[in-house]
Each structure stands twice: as structure tokens, then as C-alpha cells.
């Protein structure tokens, strides 16, 4: 034990004049020795000497506690938050149009979008539950069966299916053991996984095999490049890339027309997936889709991702995965690309600067990142569509979510938790399950008993939606007549002038055959016969075509205001009235030429 007599002789002086006051002490005692110690010593010395007095014990325990704080803050952890609350979780938050009977009766029978969602207490941390699935994850066993799909610029895809016989009873002995048996009925689920990843993904095996399990077809569309599949094309997948998905969905449709179809779009994946959906309209064969974690705007999540420490750590991540994909296909990347920058690549910035951008034949990064934003096309989608997000994702920041777009498309349910990670959403103590899993299996059942669902699969069973044409590939076209004469046709008129040219030569072929009887039947086939009238029936048949649009249109525009009829008008006598009023000025002239004023005052 330490004793205050063993301090020096000046602290236990400046100890003893600071623990009493002056007063305590007489006044004929002689204060400069006391004085002259006091100003000998160092106030750094004597806190430097208090300060060894505290043991090591409690310095360690001190930069314990800071430590704590810092990586509590550092991480984002939630933890006492869930403390506080009693493990309760938090509400999900749902976005939707009121007005719209389908998003009111599917939330109705959601109880899981109705409930809380709680985060695995020992990962309550987006980036522990984000690193958590990327480095363990916990993916059931399974074994998916590959079917390869050829691209129409020679590109491959590989399709990986999973089916209920290979989740229950293993894979079964098909003749076709790449896909699942011909004519099959049973709803499929298309699988869009996220940057870089493929159907070996953690989350995308939970998903793959709790759908398998409650009796869904699930088949995993690999990206170019991935799945263990080469490069056979110049052609390079991106997050604005959807005619590889729309063919895979137009040929899965083929093969299995009677197959209700649905889509899981997963981060980039979930971008491509509502693209798509926006691009095509009420076109699409889909029955229902969900975007689970989608970046919606890649220019504002460019900017996030290089704001803070935590997230430049992820932007290094995704360009090291990015820099490994481009090693697998070097032969073909260094030839197409800047293999140099790639290599040097630093940020996702840079390499999307080097080699998406060139591969895509985008001006500059932000042109690309504009144009292949999927929150663009969010007003057009016309299927059900789920969309979840994490407010405290990592990745794909909450300021890119399009609020007032979801809210106002009644085909729209945006649910959004305040935690969950990118794409982790791990739930329960053993962090053995995925919520978002639990939830778009839940979604898709909802749908698949929907009235309105079943009123979908009359209107496609009675026509077959054709897919949306170029601009560039739509009338009017120019057709240069015999005569010199110019038209206009569009394709489907064309059609039809070559139809009825192939109904006159069978009729023709027909009147060799045999002798027509009825008079008025000649007068028919006459007309038939004569191609030249044809062609001027169908000429004039164009020309009333392109008019009546534009009379419907000028008659549409004076209906709604008369006073943009005036505005033209006025617009075009102002522009006209250089060269009107001089034509009008020389005929007056001529007119009045030999005109006298005088002559009138004489009259």
C-alpha cells in the first residue's frame, strides 16, 4: 500500500495547499519555500506521476470500452435496440397504391408483411449479416441439373433447375435430366441472381430450395460468364442488360406454355428484372415477380458506395470480383476492352469506366449508370410485383428507393425493414433461415390463387403477347411504285397486300380448273383478278391511314383548347409575314400604280 508520507516533499506540499485553504493555517508562517517548490515543479510531471499511480488493469478495461463504442458505431450495430425492445423486431413498412384491389388483397393475405421482422441477435449489424452471407451463409445441400441455352449471338446461358423431386427424393431419372419434364404445369420461378454471383450463392440456394420445396420449378439464369460457363460470344452481360432475360423467359415459355411463369430478381439481378418488367409493359408472359434488394438507381448508389470508409470496403470487394470474372474470359476481355485499366482498376467506377462502358458502347460511366437505372421504368410495370429493401443496406442505399413511383403503381408493393443487411435478412438463433426467402414464397403463393391471377392466365391462354418493336422497325415505310408514285406501308399492311396477292393467284389457278356459273361471283374474281386495281385500293387505303391519325389528333387539340388553334395561327402568320407582306406590297403596287389621289378630291 502506497502512503502519502512516501510521496516527494513538494507533492505532499502541493497536495496539502490545494486540500485546504489558506485560511486553515497561520498567518506568520512563511509561505516562500512552499511558494518556490510550487513553482519548481511541472503540472505535466505531477499528472504524469497521479496518472502512473492507476493500474494497467483499468487503462486495458478504458480503451476496452472505447473500443466497443467505436466499432458499435463503426459497424451499425443494433443490438441494445433490440434489447430495449425486447426482441420484438420492427414493423415492416408497406408501400402501396390504396386505390389498387390487388396490392389490398395481397397484403391481406401476407402475415409475414404484416409482422415484424427480427434480425439473428448475434448479427445485428448490416455488415455482419452482409459478411455472414457472403463468407458462411449456410446453403442447404442440393444439386441442381444444367440445361445450356444458346443466345442469338452465339452467347451461352446456363440454366440451373431445381425441381420438387430433387429437393424430396433427389434427381430423378428423366430422359431429359437438364430441365423438367415436357408439358409440365407446375409454376416456374426464374432466378436472376446479383453481381457476380450465380446459382452457387448462399441466398440463392435458400431461395432455390424453399420454393422446390413447396412445389415450385426453380431454374437459376446464370449471367454470361458465370455458372462455370465460358464466354462464347463478344457480348458481356451488364445491369441494364435485359434481352438475355427476355429470351430466357420467351423460350421457357416455349418449352412450357402452360406453366404459369414467375421471377426472383436478386441486387443487379432485382435491376434487370424491374427493367425488363417496365420495358415491356403488360406484354410480358409473367405472372407475378419480386426485386428483392435492387440497386434502382445506379448513379445515386455510385455516389454512396464512395461516401463512407465502410462502403469504399464494399466498392473494393465487388471490384476484386468483377477484376476475377475478367481473368476467366482475359482472351476475350483484352481484346473488347481496356485490359490495362481493368487490371488497374481501383473502384467499381473504374473498372464499369475500362470495360462495361466500352462493352456496352456507352459514352460515358454516368450515361450507363443513367440508362440502365431501373427506377426509370418502375411507372410501366404491369405485373405484380414485390419489391424489399433494407433501410441500413450497405450497398444499395434507401435515397435510390423511387417512393412516390411505387405508390402511384397499383402493381406495386414495396416493403422495406429498417435492418437485414444486403440480401442477408437473416432471422431466428441459429441464423438458419432468410426472411425475404419466407416472404416471396409466401407472395407467390398469395398470387398463384389470385382472382386476378386467374383472370392473367385466360388472357394469355386466349392470345399470345407479342413482345414490343424497335421504333426504328414500325411505318411508315416508303414503297416506290411502277409510276414513280411514293407511299407509305406498314408492316402489317404489307402482310396483308401480299395476302391478298396470293388469294388472287389461287383463285386464278381455280378459274383454269373449272367454269363459274354466277354472275355476280365473275364480278368478284374480276376485281379480284386485277392487281393493278388492288394495288390502288391498297394505296389509297395507306393515305386514308396516315390522315385520319392526324385529323383525330388536330380535332383532339381544338377540343381541348381553343386557344392553342389561335396560337398556331397567330405563330404562323408572324413567321409568314416577311415574305407575305412583300408579295402583298408588290401587288398593290401594280394595282395602284397608275392610281391619283387627286383625282378623288376632284370628283
Not at 396516315?546 to 389528333?553: D, E, S, T
Request: neutral net charge.
Amino acid at each position: 500500500m502506497l502512503s502519502i508520507y512516501s510521496l516527494d516533499f513538494p507533492l505532499f506540499y502541493f497536495i496539502s495547499f490545494s486540500l485546504f485553504s489558506l485560511d486553515s493555517f497561520p498567518k506568520s508562517m512563511d509561505w516562500e519555500p512552499l511558494a518556490a517548490a510550487k513553482a519548481s515543479i511541472s503540472p505535466y510531471d505531477l499528472l504524469f506521476q497521479a496518472l502512473a499511480l492507476i493500474p494497467f488493469s483499468h487503462y486495458f478495461f478504458a480503451a476496452s470500452f472505447l473500443f466497443l463504442i467505436f466499432l458499435y458505431r463503426f459497424l451499425e450495430i443494433h443490438f441494445l435496440h433490440d434489447l430495449l425492445t425486447l426482441f420484438r423486431g420492427d414493423p415492416v413498412t408497406l408501400t402501396y397504391n390504396s386505390c389498387s384491389d390487388l396490392a389490398q388483397s395481397v397484403v391481406a393475405n401476407c402475415k409475414i408483411l404484416q409482422g415484424r421482422y427480427l434480425a439473428t441477435p448475434w448479427l445485428s449489424s448490416p455488415h455482419l449479416q452482409t459478411a455472414f452471407l457472403s463468407f458462411l451463409g449456410r446453403p442447404p445441400p442440393l444439386t441442381y441439373r444444367r440445361h445450356l441455352f444458346r443466345a442469338f449471338d452465339g452467347g451461352t446461358i446456363a440454366l440451373d433447375w431445381l425441381t420438387y423431386t430433387d429437393v424430396v427424393g433427389g434427381t430423378s431419372c428423366m430422359p431429359d435430366s437438364s430441365a423438367a419434364p415436357k408439358g409440365d404445369k407446375t409454376p416456374i420461378v426464374i432466378v436472376i441472381p446479383g453481381l457476380t454471383s450465380d446459382s452457387a450463392a448462399a441466398y440463392v440456394k435458400h431461395l432455390a430450395f424453399n420454393l422446390a420445396r413447396q412445389g415450385w420449378n426453380v431454374v437459376v439464369s446464370n449471367h454470361r460468364g458465370l455458372g462455370g460457363v465460358s464466354l462464347t460470344s463478344d457480348c458481356c452481360y451488364n445491369a441494364g442488360w435485359t434481352e438475355d432475360l427476355r429470351k430466357i423467359i420467351d423460350h421457357i415459355r416455349c418449352e412450357y406454355p402452360e406453366a404459369p411463369l414467375y421471377a426472383v430478381g436478386t441486387s443487379i439481378g432485382a435491376n434487370i428484372l424491374v427493367k425488363y418488367l417496365g420495358e415491356d409493359g403488360a406484354n410480358t408472359p409473367l405472372f407475378g415477380a419480386a426485386a428483392i434488394c435492387s440497386p434502382w438507381d445506379l448513379l445515386i448508389c455510385d455516389r454512396f458506395i464512395n461516401r463512407r470508409p465502410m462502403q469504399k470496403l464494399y466498392d473494393r470487394a465487388l471490384t476484386v470480383g468483377l477484376q476475377g470474372y475478367a481473368q476467366l474470359h482475359q482472351s476475350i476481355l483484352s481484346r473488347l476492352a481496356n485490359w490495362e485499366g481493368i487490371e488497374k482498376s481501383s473502384s467499381l467506377r473504374d473498372f464499369d469506366n475500362h470495360a462495361t462502358r466500352v462493352l456496352g458502347k456507352f459514352e460515358t460511366v454516368d450515361t450507363y449508370y443513367r440508362r440502365s437505372s431501373s427506377t426509370n421504368y418502375v411507372e410501366n410495370v404491369s405485373v405484380p410485383l414485390l419489391c424489399v429493401s433494407a433501410l441500413d443496406d450497405p450497398v444499395c442505399t434507401s435515397e435510390a428507393i423511387p417512393w412516390d413511383e411505387c405508390r402511384l403503381n397499383e402493381n406495386i408493393i414495396l416493403a422495406t425493414t429498417p435492418h437485414g443487411g444486403h440480401l442477408a435478412f437473416y432471422e431466428g438463433i441459429t441464423a438458419s433461415s432468410i426472411w425475404w426467402v419466407r416472404v416471396v414464397n409466401e407472395f407467390f403463393g398469395v398470387l398463384r390463387i389470385s382472382p386476378h391471377i386467374e383472370g392473367r392466365k385466360k388472357m394469355q391462354g386466349s392470345t399470345m403477347p407479342k413482345p414490343l418493336q424497335s421504333s426504328i422497325d414500325q411505318a411508315p415505310y416508303l414503297n416506290v411504285m411502277e409510276d414513280g408514285m411514293v407511299t407509305a406501308m406498314s408492316n402489317e399492311q404489307t402482310d396483308a397486300f401480299v395476302e391478298d396477292i396470293s388469294d388472287a393467284d389461287t383463285t386464278h389457278s381455280k378459274k383454269d380448273e373449272g367454269t363459274i356459273s354466277d354472275k355476280g361471283t365473275s364480278v368478284d374474281l374480276t376485281d379480284k383478278l386485277n392487281p393493278e386495281k388492288q394495288i390502288k385500293q391498297q394505296v389509297e387505303q395507306n393515305v386514308k391511314d396516315l390522315i385520319v391519325p392526324v385529323q383525330g389528333r388536330i380535332d383532339k387539340l381544338s377540343r381541348r383548347s381553343r386557344q392553342s388553334i389561335w396560337l398556331l395561327v397567330y405563330i404562323s402568320i408572324i413567321t409568314t409575314w416577311p415574305f407575305v407582306g412583300s408579295v402583298l406590297l408588290s401587288v398593290l403596287k401594280r394595282r395602284f400604280k397608275t392610281f391619283k389621289p387627286g383625282t378623288l378630291f376632284r370628283k
